[in-house]
T-cell receptor, first 114, second 113 residues
């Protein structure tokens, strides 16, 4: 069975500080991993994806994530937080090569303080 | 190129009623997936349609059913609504069912009273 665990339902950082959102996964097959962002009352927007190529993946808005097989992790980082980064972030595991069949984590709400 | 659109954006139904939610997939996309996102939770996969056929289903009862039309738009039907069905329902479309990104719509907020 596949599962995704996001450590920390709420993360608070100051503007300009490092953002680190944690995601661990469990998968019986090689994983395809995604990070999505959701702003209030909106759908999900893809930030980045790992599909077995480079382990360090760069996405939109300055975010990046590193796939670590030994740690079964796919943590999301951004060197310097901006107020506009405040949103809810979801880590998701693909159902094999079917990117539409996703198993999502519980989400992490990111708050950015001035 | 238009994105994924869902209708209605909000609706309120009474327990026991039936509801139909609609999704227009992005132009050129033949795959649609539906998700239920309860308040404070991550989205849960309901089912996927590929070229008008169901192509995988999550852990949802049969009263959740779907349809995909020749133009690849889709409907989600829920019968015998329960209070726990209150959620944001998200539709995502993909160019193909494999190896392509899913693009999400804004969702339909369903409230069951």
């Amino acid at each position: 069975a596949q599962s995704v665990t996001q450590l920390g339902s709420h993360v608070s950082v100051s503007e300009g500080a490092l953002v680190l959102l944690r995601c661990n996964y469990s998968s019986s097959v090689p994983p395809y991993l995604f990070w999505y962002v959701q702003y209030p009352n909106q759908g999900l927007q893809l930030l980045l994806k790992y599909t077995s190529a480079a382990t360090l993946v760069k996405g939109i808005n300055g975010f990046e994530a590193e796939f670590k097989k030994s740690e079964t992790s796919f943590h999301l980082t951004k060197p310097s937080a901006h107020m506009s980064d405040a949103a809810e972030y979801f880590c998701a595991l693909g159902g094999g090569t079917s990117y539409g069949k996703l198993t999502f984590g519980q989400g992490t709400i990111l708050t950015v303080h001035p | 190129e238009t994105g994924v659109t869902q209708s209605p954006t909000h609706l309120i139904k009474t327990r026991g009623q039936q509801v139909t939610l609609r999704c227009s997939s992005q132009s050129g996309h033949n795959t649609v997936s539906w998700y239920q996102q309860a308040l404070g939770q991550g989205p849960q996969f309901i089912f996927q349609y590929y070229r008008e056929e169901e192509n995988g289903r999550g852990n949802f009862p049969p009263r959740f059913s779907g349809l995909q039309f020749p133009n690849y738009s889709s409907e989600l039907n829920v019968n015998a609504l329960e209070l726990d069905d209150s959620a944001l329902y998200l539709c995502a479309s993909s160019p193909e069912h494999l190896n392509t990104e899913a693009f999400f719509g804004q969702g339909t907020r369903l409230t069951v009273v």
